[in-house]
């Protein structure tokens, strides 16, 4: 069954540092998507991206943060300057028409 | 904005137990509902999903019924196994399904034999 591949699964960065990081989607899928999570609290939406550009994004998603479909298949995520607050999972996902979200295993970032 | 509030874990169980993880939602309009998993060192997997009220959505042996009167889209299993400890997650979307995900906070079950 395809999948949605993420990785690092887990990066430790120092504050102040940029992140990147990456997302193989569902080659045939034509939304994707960042979402994140703070541990013990809810899964927030970051940002989605449809036809080369951000579709919608949330209020997390400031100016340190942006997303890039460089080659086709990746879909990356950086963080420009990492804060400790940024430290949370973050999941992409992709999604074709309709429901069928297919979301990766995450990435945990941690920053010290 | 648009909400989703599930009841709080850990819920342990023993194996054969009947399971309840509550969730209700605030939304405007009529949002489709979801539950989605999330099994040790995985991704979010979509367990079942009803996109009206009264629509009963299963998967799995688990069960949710949309119902707009309570606002709320219960997760239920008749009997759990170990291999059903994991993360629930209940979500709302709008009707069409094109915004994003609206997620709970979670909630984790571990089922002991």
């Known amino acids: 069954e395809p999948e949605v591949t993420q990785t690092p699964s887990h990066q430790v960065t120092q504050m102040g540092q940029e992140v990147i990081l990456r997302c193989v989607p569902i080659s045939n899928h034509l939304y994707f998507y960042w979402y994140r999570q703070i541990l013990g609290q809810k899964v927030e939406f970051l940002v989605s991206f449809y036809n080369n550009e951000i579709s919608e994004k949330s209020e997390i998603f400031d100016d340190q943060f942006s997303v890039e479909r460089p080659d086709g298949s990746n879909f990356t995520l950086k963080i420009r300057s990492t804060k400790l607050e940024d430290s949370a999972m973050y999941f992409c996902a992709s999604r074709d028409r309709g429901y069928g979200y297919t979301f990766g295993s995450g990435t945990r970032l941690t920053v010290v | 904005g648009d909400s989703v509030t599930q009841m709080e874990g850990p819920v342990t169980l023993s194996e054969e137990a009947f399971l309840t993880i509550n969730c209700t939602y605030t939304a405007t309009g009529y949002p489709s509902l979801f539950w989605y998993v999330q099994y040790p060192g995985e991704g979010l997997q979509l367990l079942l999903k009803?996109?009206?009220?009264?629509d009963k959505g299963s998967n799995k042996g688990f069960e949710a019924t949309y119902r707009k009167e309570t606002t709320s889209f219960h997760l239920e299993k008749g009997s759990v196994q170990v291999s059903d400890s994991a993360v629930y997650f209940c979500?709302?979307?709008?009707?069409?399904?094109?915004?994003?995900?609206?997620f709970g906070k979670g909630t984790r079950l571990s089922v002991i034999a």
């Open positions: 979500a709302l979307s709008d009707q069409s399904g094109n915004t994003p995900l609206v």
């Open positions: 009803a996109t009206k009220a009264d």
